[in-house]
């Protein structure tokens, strides 16, 4: 049975991979054993977004790792480890669980197809395709990501319960709040300490959150210290030099300043307009 930790074991130690220079286009991974059909889908989709292939699954696991890609398209049939458990496996994992993934299916192969929605993957094509109804779906699917992430922005206020995102995803978010909650006081609990303790390299947090939320670990570590300031200032009979402290501001006059610039309106004037709803 395969697992992070024994595919792991499966790929050689000096296995680097190249990731494609960010130039501002979506990065599209495809895993595809057939070599002239993986030429072919990169071929269709180079003018559009940027590419990486893996001909096995075992590979493919590794460079999603890796490189975090913007979608996925694979294959069902695969050495190594199918589609299917591919799926499963990057959609369990903290890093990787927001990736869509289209999956390619043989015309009879409704059974495996089934199973790879079910552990899932969030569309799927069937041999043999119309490559203009593959982009179209990868296009709605990167949409539809960024419609997410515009929906968490314009709500301005950190929220525990986005809607639109994997399971996997909203137990993410609520670790990283209850991290932060822990660690509210301490104002010098910075990034590096928000990876330790998610468990995730500084990197690969920053991605995940940025993807997420649209914010940087910073911002939404600061962030956060806002809006529960926010909260205890309409809450408890603390003053605001206290509070700032609580939530782990070393200098009132920044807090003020940060606050204000957030809120668009100072904390004392927060206190006297929201004191007694």
Same mark, same amino acid.
């Given at each position: 049975?395969?697992?992070?930790?024994?595919?792991?074991?499966?790929?050689?130690?000096?296995?680097?991979?190249?990731?494609?220079?960010?130039?501002?286009?979506?990065?599209?991974?495809?895993?595809?054993?057939?070599?002239?059909?993986?030429?072919? +889908? &990169?071929?269709?989709?180079?003018?559009?977004?940027?590419?990486?292939?893996?001909?096995?699954? =075992?590979?493919?696991? !590794?460079?999603?790792?890796?490189?975090?890609? #913007?979608? $996925?398209?694979?294959?069902?049939?695969?050495?190594?480890?199918?589609?299917?458990?591919?799926?499963?496996?990057?959609? !369990?994992? =903290?890093? *990787?669980?927001?990736?869509?993934?289209?999956? $390619?299916?043989?015309?009879?192969?409704?059974?495996?197809?089934?199973?790879?929605? %079910?552990?899932?993957?969030?569309?799927?094509?069937?041999?043999?395709?119309?490559?203009?109804?593959?982009?179209?779906?990868?296009?709605?699917?990167?949409?539809?990501?960024?419609?997410?992430?515009?929906?968490?922005?314009?709500?301005?206020?950190?929220?525990?319960?986005?809607?639109?995102?994997?399971?996997?995803?909203?137990?993410?978010?609520?670790?990283?709040?209850?991290? +932060?909650?822990?660690?509210?006081?301490?104002?010098?609990?910075?990034?590096? #300490?928000?990876?330790?303790?998610?468990?995730?390299?500084?990197?690969?947090?920053?991605?995940? $959150? %940025?993807?997420?939320?649209?914010?940087?670990?910073?911002?939404? +570590?600061?962030?956060?210290?806002? !809006?529960?300031?926010?909260?205890?200032?309409? *809450?408890?009979?603390?003053?605001?030099?206290?509070?700032?402290?609580?939530?782990?501001?070393?200098?009132?006059?920044?807090?003020?300043?940060?606050?204000?610039?957030?809120? &668009?309106?100072?904390?004392?004037?927060?206190?006297? =307009?929201?004191?007694?709803?």
């Amino acid at each position: 049975m395969f697992d992070q930790n024994n595919i792991r074991a499966l790929l050689p130690d000096y296995v680097h991979w190249k990731i494609p220079a960010d130039d501002g286009k979506p990065l599209v991974h495809i895993i595809e054993d057939d070599y002239e059909m993986r030429m072919v +889908i &990169k071929d269709e989709f180079k003018d559009y977004y940027r590419i990486m292939d893996s001909e096995d699954g =075992l590979t493919g696991f !590794e460079k999603t790792i890796t490189a975090i890609p #913007d979608v $996925i398209i694979s294959d069902i049939q695969l050495p190594g480890i199918n589609g299917i458990k591919l799926c499963k496996l990057l959609k !369990e994992d =903290l890093r *990787t669980s927001h990736i869509p993934i289209v999956l $390619i299916t043989g015309y009879d192969d409704e059974n495996s197809l089934l199973r790879g929605l %079910k552990n899932g993957a969030d569309h799927y094509v069937t041999k043999p395709f119309s490559f203009d109804i593959l982009r179209a779906r990868v296009g709605n699917l990167i949409k539809s990501r960024k419609l997410l992430l515009n929906n968490f922005l314009n709500g301005r206020r950190l929220s525990h319960n986005k809607t639109g995102l994997t399971n996997t995803d909203e137990l993410l978010l609520r670790k990283a709040y209850a991290t +932060i909650e822990q660690n509210i006081s301490n104002s010098a609990f910075e990034a590096n #300490d928000f990876a330790r303790a998610i468990g995730m390299s500084r990197a690969q947090t920053y991605r995940k $959150i %940025k993807i997420i939320t649209g914010l940087s670990v910073k911002e939404f +570590i600061r962030i956060f210290r806002l !809006e529960k300031a926010a909260e205890l200032l309409t *809450t408890t009979s603390h003053n605001i030099s206290e509070i700032a402290y609580q939530v782990g501001f070393s200098s009132v006059a920044y807090f003020s300043s940060s606050f204000s610039q957030y809120f &668009k309106i100072s904390p004392t004037r927060y206190i006297s =307009l929201n004191k007694s709803k």
